[in-house]
């Protein structure tokens, strides 16, 4: 059932929390966002964490660029999400739109412009964030930060753009402007401040507050690490300032160091990762294609970095707001409290009355000597009021705000809690459902989710909810979602959407986590390398599973099914989908994928070979690259087409 005729006050709420600025939480806070198009991008991971910077306004953004033949997702398991809630900081990793060979990103062609390219993509992807009021990011705690071929191009991104990024962090990156043979070949020599100081052009002047960390792996046989010091005291150069003397160990315990040169005023920091080599240095327990986890967090300790070296935030700190008390008279309300602010600087206290339609009424004073203050509020008509009180300084930074709704007049009649903004996030097999919930009453009792036949109750957070449930099967899923107030008026509405019960990894995590063995490891990596892929659970007979990809040429042992309903290989896992009472399984695919899956045997000529399905000795047409549909009820006697009906 769906509650009508709450829109007007549900809009009132809505339009006051984003007026005083409650509603500056990030879109799913504290999980990963895959796959979103944004900023010129077709995929981007976004990670929003729930905690904000202890500098400046809000969040800081960090975007991260993947390296040569490194897929995105690798870094969903570089331990990057650390880092974002430690210091407050949305991470993005975007998928490079124009690559070069390899999949790297082109640093080394092409027009260097701020209106060119994945260049253009970049600093569109990090203004588009910072303009959206979700994420509540800092303009001026925006960086980015990349590994090899991510790496300059980072750099050579925020030369172009010094007044978007105030800070770098570049790992194993060749020199900007040098050529695709220099990353892995003899060092090419290249004047970094000269060329960065051309690229920035007229925004040059931004350097004055531009920060960078720069870094490498002491075991990188793979970019010269000739970059590492050049990159340094290039920056350093550009920026004006002098190495300090001496080295840091930096340290995250088990052995797992770092060593740290720094320049003036911390202006420019040079990282050797130990034990680590052509990799991004995640930290103890990261992992991925070219993520190494034997040194510390690099993400982490840009987090630090940025956080006590950036020149752009104010220091200053906000004022403090303590004891607010309020307290109503009829049609008057009046609050008292205190105001401090440890810098000395000139304080407003400044109260807000916003009814049902929006309309706000403000009210101000200045605090005592000794912070004290007292004001009213005007005659305010029969309504529910959302109270704000805030402190400002002279320096323009706002107190932590204090709120409370208020109800002048009678209560309003009873009505049940409205749910809207309904959405869903799909990781694996996991799902956070996330919406807002108005209750006029203002007695909203709970949030419930029902996935399948289990019910979570959900985290409420002002008018935000969220409830996450993992271990879901494949394919098609309703979530019901249902608000009650304590009166026990409530409302319901049903939220669909995918599972794909398809895990994603390497070939050695596969092997890891037990869905391949090494039976037929040789053409999973002919296949796939070190690249990341997709198996799903497949039931070959009873509750006997096996692991494979879409095609079946790589599959691994048969095994006990990992769950009361595995998928059929078909639809990502629909449970609605069983196999056929006879367990009669099918396949369709090249007849090389099917030799090599044990279906079907060759003979004859080399080059083009006669294949013939195993066990019934059937001819399957075509040679090597012939498709042909083969199917079994045993798995072991293999007969050309379809299983019988």
């Known amino acids: 059932m769906k509650i009508q005729n709450l829109s007007r006050a549900r809009r009132m709420l809505a339009g006051l929390l984003l007026a005083t600025g409650l509603l500056a939480s990030p879109a799913i806070a504290g999980s990963w966002q895959q796959n979103v198009r944004v900023g010129g991008f077709n995929k981007v991971h976004l990670y929003s964490p729930d905690s904000v910077s202890a500098i400046g306004q809000g969040r800081g953004l960090l975007l991260?660029?993947?390296?040569?033949?490194?897929?995105?997702?690798?870094?969903?398991?570089?331990?990057?999400?650390?880092?974002?809630?430690?210091?407050?900081?949305?991470?993005?990793?975007?998928?490079?739109?124009?690559?070069?060979?390899?999949?790297?990103?082109?640093?080394?062609?092409?027009?260097?412009?701020?209106?060119?390219?994945?260049?253009?993509?970049?600093?569109?992807?990090?203004?588009?964030?910072?303009?959206?009021?979700?994420?509540?990011?800092?303009?001026?705690?925006?960086?980015?930060?990349?590994?090899?071929?991510?790496?300059?191009?980072?750099?050579?991104?925020?030369?172009?753009?010094?007044?978007?990024?105030?800070?770098?962090?570049?790992?194993?990156?060749?020199?900007?402007?040098?050529?695709?043979?220099?990353?892995?070949?003899?060092?090419?020599?290249?004047?970094?401040?000269?060329?960065?100081?051309?690229?920035?052009?007229?925004?040059?002047?931004?350097?004055?507050?531009?920060?960078?960390?720069?870094?490498?792996?002491?075991?990188?046989?793979?970019?010269?690490?000739?970059?590492?010091?050049?990159?340094?005291?290039?920056?350093?150069?550009?920026?004006?300032?002098?190495?300090?003397?001496?080295?840091?160990?930096?340290?995250?315990?088990?052995?797992?160091?770092?060593?740290?040169?720094?320049?003036?005023?911390?202006?420019?920091?040079?990282?050797?990762?130990?034990?680590?080599?052509?990799?991004?240095?995640?930290?103890?327990?990261?992992?991925?294609?070219?993520?190494?986890?034997?040194?510390?967090?690099?993400?982490?300790?840009?987090?630090?970095?940025?956080?006590?070296?950036?020149?752009?935030?104010?220091?200053?700190?906000?004022?403090?707001?303590?004891?607010?008390?309020?307290?109503?008279?009829?049609?008057?309300?009046?609050?008292?409290?205190?105001?401090n602010d440890v810098d000395g600087d000139a304080i407003t206290v400044t109260a807000s009355f916003t009814d049902s339609v929006g309309q706000q009424q403000l009210v101000s004073t200045v605090p005592g000597s000794s912070g004290d203050f007292s004001l009213n509020s005007p005659v305010l008509a029969d309504d529910w009021y959302q109270l704000t009180v805030t402190a400002a300084d002279s320096g323009g930074l706002v107190s932590t705000a204090y709120t409370e709704q208020l109800l002048i007049g009678p209560p309003p009649a009873a009505a049940p809690p409205e749910l809207s903004e309904l959405a869903v996030a799909v990781d694996g097999q996991c799902a956070v459902i996330s919406g807002r919930v108005f209750d006029l009453n203002r007695n909203l009792d709970t949030v419930a989710v029902e996935f399948n036949s289990t019910t979570v109750t959900a985290d409420i957070s002002g008018d935000r909810f969220s409830a996450q449930q993992c271990q879901l099967a494949g394919g098609e899923q309703t979530a019901l979602i249902t608000a009650t107030d304590v009166g026990g008026l409530f409302s319901a509405e049903p939220l669909s959407f995918t599972i794909d019960a398809g895990q994603n990894a390497t070939l050695a995590q596969h092997i890891s986590a037990g869905r391949l063995d090494y039976t037929n490891y040789a053409n999973c990596y002919l296949e796939y390398s070190t690249a990341s892929f997709v198996l799903r659970e497949n039931v070959i007979t009873g509750n006997q599973c096996r692991w494979q990809d879409e095609d079946a040429s790589c599959f691994g042992p048969a095994q006990t099914c990992s769950s009361a309903n595995p998928g059929d290989g078909d639809d990502g896992g629909d449970n609605d989908n069983p196999p056929p009472a006879t367990d009669c399984v099918v396949f369709t695919t090249n007849n090389y994928s099917h030799k090599v899956a044990g279906r079907a045997y060759s003979t004859g000529n080399f080059y083009t070979p006669n294949y013939f399905a195993n066990g019934s000795n059937a001819a399957m047409a075509g040679s090597t690259w012939g498709v042909t549909t083969l199917s079994s009820d045993d798995g072991t006697f293999w007969q050309t087409g379809a299983c019988p009906q």
């Open 64 to 339: 991260v660029l993947h390296g040569c033949t490194q897929s995105i997702d690798a870094y969903l398991t570089a331990n990057l999400t650390q880092a974002a809630e430690q210091y407050g900081l949305v991470i993005a990793v975007p998928d490079a739109m124009n690559k070069a060979g390899f999949g790297c990103w082109s640093y080394w062609q092409g027009t260097k412009a701020r209106s060119a390219g994945d260049y253009k993509n970049l600093i569109t992807l990090a203004n588009n964030l910072v303009a959206d009021v979700n994420y509540q990011i800092d303009p001026n705690q925006v960086y980015i930060a990349g590994l090899s071929s991510g790496a300059a191009f980072a750099n050579t991104t925020a030369c172009l753009a010094p007044d978007v990024f105030a800070g770098m962090g570049i790992s194993a990156g060749p020199s900007i402007g040098t050529s695709s043979s220099g990353a892995i070949g003899p060092c090419e020599t290249a004047n970094v401040a000269s060329r960065c100081a051309q690229y920035a052009g007229s925004f040059s002047g931004h350097f004055d507050s531009q920060i960078a960390s720069i870094a490498q792996g002491r075991n990188d046989t793979t970019v010269n690490l000739c970059y590492n010091e050049q990159n340094a005291n290039g920056l350093a150069d550009l920026y004006n300032v002098s190495r300090l003397s001496g080295e840091n160990l930096i340290s995250s315990g088990a052995g797992r160091t770092a060593d740290e040169s720094l320049w003036q005023d911390g202006r420019v920091s040079m990282l050797w990762f130990n034990n680590v080599d052509h990799a991004w240095s995640g930290g103890q327990g990261a992992s991925g294609s070219y993520i190494n986890g034997n040194s510390i967090n690099y993400a982490s300790y840009l987090g630090q970095y940025f956080q006590d070296n950036n020149q752009r935030v104010n220091r200053n700190s906000a004022p403090e707001l303590s004891g607010v008390s309020v307290n109503q008279q009829a049609s008057i309300v009046t609050i008292t409290g205190n105001a």
